[in-house]
């Protein structure tokens, strides 16, 4: 029967330069005979001298390896033979062109074209390079600086945002004059100021299912700087989509991780990973939980470095592999992320093959997942629209004047209790709700509040699913009672 067989790049050229060849077998051990028959000069690299299967070459039938199974066993019509060769060198570059340097950029990047591994070919490799950033907040700034400072020849930014004041403990591109200031244009100075070489593409919008594709073909490498699971679901489905790599970082507290999602070059898709994400609410995001500053620039930089790796083929890419760091224990450890064969987006029988409704899918509502930059989540500023469920600070003030009969309840963390607080609020932590509800009255108004409104927003739906029928939500939380009623509360 016919079983087709894949090459990798490195054998190709024993192989006719063949990326598939197709044999009559019907067991491993014929094929591959079959395709020693045809091509001789594999033989060589596939077996060594008493005709056993190199160790270093690895046979699998679609996605099982073969020694985990008899060579013999018989193989289904249609079935697919992969060798993959343990490679030293990692990758082949993923930019095939060069463009020459001119001699002041040969001055500027010195350092980089005596290092062995760069040289002038892998710097002319760079300056060829687009690479797109999603995002420039916390990730996104010291990729951004690194990467233009290296040589990177073209960087797209997608970013909407303006910076605010409480970006700056981490979002080293943007300075304190820049508060205010759109996000691209505050990005766009500093790269340029650090190299004038750098050719800068600004997208100003948010990356939905409509404009993902349009904006990601255009570029080599994608680098994905947000933390809200539905940007991450979207550009892991694009770049399989597209056949991009997929650089990934993600940050909380003192924790950081990173991987390389790259399916068509052999590794893993974020999928493969988390097929699904987290119900909302279940994993607080950092404009909740809070996030060291110098771990973005420490996975942020194992990014940038990952990107440069890929750009000049060069190293073992971060792929299947995922790497996680603690800060407080100092410890890197890392982990294996196998390729799904069932992955629904890049496994064998796809069952998403165009862009979905990611809000909906991460069970979202529209509005809830604004951010790109990454922890500007809740820190956005939304339009405030009240909801049914919803009062305003002007409505809770004037109910507190009147001596209204309410419990004011705080559902944000300790931490942020030794903040600041409305004076007289009953603390009860959000992830603490479920096992502590009952302290609730029922026969009594409940006016819930937390930073912005987003997690007051889940706690009075929680309430009401649990037979409370009199709650309401404080639309836009304390941040929004100290700019309208109370300027001596501080805001975070
Ligand atoms: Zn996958």
Redesign the pocket.
Known sequence: MAITITIPTALRRFADNQSRVEVNASTVAEALEALTRGYPQLRAHLYDADGKLRNFVRIYVNADDVRSRDAQAPLQDGDEISIVPSIAGGLDPIIPHRVKLTNEEIKRYSRHLILPEVGVEGQERLKAAKVLLIGSGGLGSPLALYLTAAGVGTIGMVEFDTVDFSNLQRQILHFTPDVGKPKLKSAEEKLKAINPNLRFIPHPVKLTSDNALDIIKDYDVVIDGTDNFPTRYLVNDAC?MLKKPNVYGSIFRWEGMASVFA?HLGG??Y??WYPEPPPPGMVPSCAEGGVLGVICGIIGNIQANEAVKLIIGKGKPLMGRLLRFDAMEMSFREYKIP??PN?P???KNPTITKLIDYLEFCGLGRGEAEGTSGDSIVEQKKQEQLGPDDISVEQLKAMRDAGEDFLLVDVRNPDEFAICTIEGSYKLPLPELPQRYRELPKDKLIVVHCKSGGRSARAVQFLKQQGYTKVKNVAGGINAWAERIDPSVPQY
């Open positions: 399989v399916p893993p898709c999928r493969c390729r799904d992955c987006v890049c496994g």
